[in-house]
Each structure stands twice: as C-alpha cells, then as structure tokens.
C-alpha cells in the first residue's frame, strides 16, 4: 500500500470521525462551537481546521453528508417493493434511524444554509412521492388531500418522534410503534 493511499485512508476516516461528531453534537447543541466539535471528535482544532476552515464549511459539510445518508436510506428501504404499509413502515424506520441527522438538518433549518441543495432534497424525497402516489392509487393512503401534504405529515410525524426520544419523553421503540402507528391509521383511506 503506497503512502499516498494510506494518507487518503486517514483523511477519509479523519473527516468522517469530524463528520459524525457534528452531527451528532449538533442534533442536540445546535450552537456547540468548533472546539466542541474536535473535542467530541477527538482531534486536534487545529486539524479540524484543516479540513474544515470555518464554522460554515464544517456546516456545509454536515448537509451535503446528511443528505448522501439520507439518499441511501431511501434508496435502501425500497419503497417499491411490497405493499403501501410495508413500504411506510420501512421508510419511516428508515428516517428514525437517522435521528440525528434529521435533528440537525430540520431541527434548526440547517438545510438553508445550503439552498442550492434544497433541490437535492426533493429529487431525495422523489421516491417517498411515488409510494405515497402508488398508495393513493391502490386505496391505501386517503386521496383527499395531496401527496404533497401526506408527505408532510410523514416528516412532521417522524420528526416529533425523534424529538420526543431526544427529550427523554419516549423510548425508541415506543416513539417508532407510536409513528407507525400515527401514519397507518391517521393517512389511511376510508
């Protein structure tokens, strides 16, 4: 193995060590300083502030990775295969596992800090719209209101369970049985 592909093998795993200490210190600390970040990281400043020269670099960084996790969760729960419930329950679990990337990037509308990713987020989001769409049309999920407004709901629903784990209101299992739960019966056709 050359140096420089073991160099590259120790930014990769510095950067993602910076990466997923952000996240998860800024899902509950929105503010927590760059410091904070090293420390959670257990690197240096100084070599956090090679990788990542200011706060908004780090901040445009935690985006752009929360949005690659979250294309591989939908990607990943195959929202095509099965039924419009076992899809939903898939997808849903799919979000509550990355609990705290959706902290970070709705909790304090990190994702406006890039704005020129929000179309990002909808070519993400691309696929939640055909199952609820196919839901629709198979009788599943209510057509009355919009896919628009079902998927709406499914974010504000999983979010409030996520934030409900994070205040220390519900367990885990409680929060996703109760969002599972919220989703089937309360976006279900009559």
């Given amino acids: 193995m050359s140096s420089t592909t073991k160099e590259s093998g120790s930014r990769n795993r510095t950067r993602r060590a910076i990466l997923d200490a ?46 690659a996790q979250l294309t591989v969760a939908v990607t990943t729960a195959e929202l095509h295969r099965g039924t419009p419930a076992e899809a939903l329950r898939r997808i849903t679990h799919a979000y509550f596992e990355l609990s705290p990337v959706l902290l970070v990037l709705f909790g304090e509308h990190l994702i406006d800090t ?38 709406r709901v499914l974010w504000a629903v999983v979010y409030t369970g996520i934030a409900a784990c994070a205040e220390g209101a519900m367990t885990r299992h409680a929060a996703l049985e109760s969002i599972s739960r919220t989703l089937e019966r309360g976006t279900r056709a009559e």
């Fill in 22 to 67: 952000a996240i998860t210190l800024l899902a509950t600390r929105p503010q927590a300083s760059l410091a904070e970040v090293a420390e959670a990281a257990e690197v240096g400043r100084s070599t956090l502030h090679r990788y990542f020269p200011e706060r908004t670099d780090l901040l445009s960084a935690v985006v752009e990775d929360s949005l």
């Fill in 114 to 151: 890039r704005k020129d990713l929000i179309g990002d987020l909808d070519e993400v989001d691309a696929p939640v719209f055909e199952l609820l769409e196919r839901g629709q049309r198979e009788g599943f999920f209510d057509n009355g209101v919009s896919a628009e407004w079902l998927n």
